[in-house]
């Protein structure tokens, strides 16, 4: 019933900077925990960052420091700004959009993120 679409991947050199991001079609991030995963060629989907719907974040060791999580104010869009890239940032990032206490879960589509010089 929710869409997510992801968008603000590309081509990006060594140090530089992207920031995601994940839009729903409905105002739902009040009530939903989001997840930003990546996925390279061979390797399994891993956990990036994440923002609970009171607002509290958490972020794999390999990104601290370099990546935030945020929303936007009106709860229609999350953020993952992304800076200091290096090589291994390449992969595919997803969003995916939870709703506990309800059983619900929805991902989008996919974004690529490509660090190369």
């Known amino acids: 019933q929710v869409q997510l679409v992801e968008s603000g991947g590309g081509l990006v050199q060594p140090g530089g900077s992207l920031r995601l991001s994940c839009a729903a079609s409905r105002s739902i991030f009040s009530l939903y925990t989001v997840d930003w995963y990546r996925q390279a060629p061979g390797n399994q989907r891993e956990l990036v960052a994440t923002?609970?719907?009171?607002?509290?974040?958490n972020y794999a060791d390999s990104v601290k420091g370099r990546f935030t999580i945020s929303k936007n104010n009106a709860k229609t869009t999350v953020y993952l700004q992304m800076n200091s890239l290096k090589p291994e940032d390449t992969a595919v990032y997803y969003c995916?959009?939870?709703?506990?206490?309800?059983?619900?879960?929805?991902w989008g589509q996919g974004t690529q993120v490509t660090i190369s010089s």
């Open positions: 923002i609970t719907s009171a607002g509290t974040t």
């Open positions: 995916k959009a939870t709703w506990t206490a309800v059983g619900r879960e929805y």
